[in-house]
């Protein structure tokens, strides 16, 4: 057995008695709840096989909570977690803990400065969290232009998500462009969604069109992805 894991099962252990009391520390909770999400999205919510399975760490709580909604009403198609998502395993309430726990794990994209009296150990936790996403080639300033004119009114300037529109950097460009290629055939809605539920919203720029990921080309698409693998960084 790792070390690790017998670590957790003595955690899991320890924090059996605080469960019978319902004041358990929404922290706790939400790692308890995300407990077998954790085979598949990592110990830390950083995803796995190389963005097969995509990062969940600090990515917007109210997107968590709204995807995994769709997912069990298959609006979303995931056939893989579907069944982790009936009510039965997740319910609303569940839901709402487990989006809030992902959203507060920070991890980081520069490796850290450690102190000479840093242990083997603080160092090894402190490095699992370093998630650096590899740098996509393309023209920058094309990807730029483009992703400050048709993506950040919904996505953030920053690319870092705003409400419930996703954050883009740091995510997996593999998972991203695949996620791209399923809404340009239709599979998956994009911004129509948004584009319903916020008709009242009179401070809507005129310029957010509809089918915005249909009216690119592909290295329009890829310069905008290198964009985004740059502006981690920042
Ligand atoms: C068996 C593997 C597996 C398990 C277990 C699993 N997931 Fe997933 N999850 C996936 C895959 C695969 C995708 C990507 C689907 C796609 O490509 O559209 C995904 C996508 C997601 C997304 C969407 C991310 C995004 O950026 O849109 C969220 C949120 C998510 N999972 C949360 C969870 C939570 C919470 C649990 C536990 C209750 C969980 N997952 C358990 C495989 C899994
Ligand atoms: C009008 C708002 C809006 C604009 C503009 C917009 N998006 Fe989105 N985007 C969304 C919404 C809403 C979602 C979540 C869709 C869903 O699952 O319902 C999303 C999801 C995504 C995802 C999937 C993220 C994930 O974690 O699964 C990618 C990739 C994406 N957008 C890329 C882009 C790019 C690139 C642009 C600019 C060319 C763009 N979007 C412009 C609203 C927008």
Known sequence: MSTRLFLRIVLCLATLPALVHAAVPEQESGKEIYGPCAACHGDL????????YPRLAG???????????KFRSRERINIPMFPYTQ???LPDADIKVVAAYLASIQLPTKIPEFKPTDDALTRLLAMEKVMIIPKLEGDL??????????CAYCHGVDGRGKTRFPMLVGQYT??????????????RPHDKVADDEEE????????VKLGV???LTEKDIQDILAYITHLQDE
Do not use: F, M
């Open 45 to 52: 919510g950083q995803g796995g096989k190389r963005g097969e």
């Open 59 to 69: 990515q917007r709580a109210a997107y968590i909570e709204y995807t995994l909604k």
């Open 87 to 89: 009510e039965r395993e």
């Open 141 to 150: 300033e094309n990807g730029k232009r483009l992703y400050q004119e048709e």
């Open 174 to 187: 593999n998972y991203l462009q695949k996620q791209i290629a399923a809404y340009i055939k239709g599979e």
């Open 200 to 207: 009242d919203d009179k401070s809507k720029p005129k310029a």
């Open 213 to 215: 990921l249909n009216r």
